[in-house]
């Protein structure tokens, strides 16, 4: 589909995103993790930024941030 990326993530779960300008800067995401600081460190890895808590630090078991159109992504630890 036209727009549409998907990522199967495990057997049984799967995130796909959908380019939808009209709602851009709307979206939140929140992914649930066995262990944030390992999520935390593979994102800087890849050049991600900000990802901490709301209060700016880094917490065990919770990290958030926004994109540059400022759709929320949160992880939390299971």
């Known amino acids: 589909m036209d727009g549409l990326v ?3 993530l495990t057997g049984s779960s799967a995130l796909q995103l959908v380019l939808d300008p009209e709602r851009c ?3 939140l995401v929140t992914l649930q993790v066995g262990d944030v600081s ?3 460190a593979a994102a800087a890895d890849r050049g991600v930024q900000g990802l901490a808590s709301r209060s700016g630090e880094v917490v065990a078991g919770y990290a958030a941030t926004s994109d540059p159109d400022g759709n929320g992504v949160t992880i ?3």
């Open 6 to 8: 998907e990522w199967q």
């Open 25 to 27: 800067g709307g979206g």
């Open 38 to 40: 390992s999520v935390v």
């Open 76 to 78: 939390v630890q299971t």
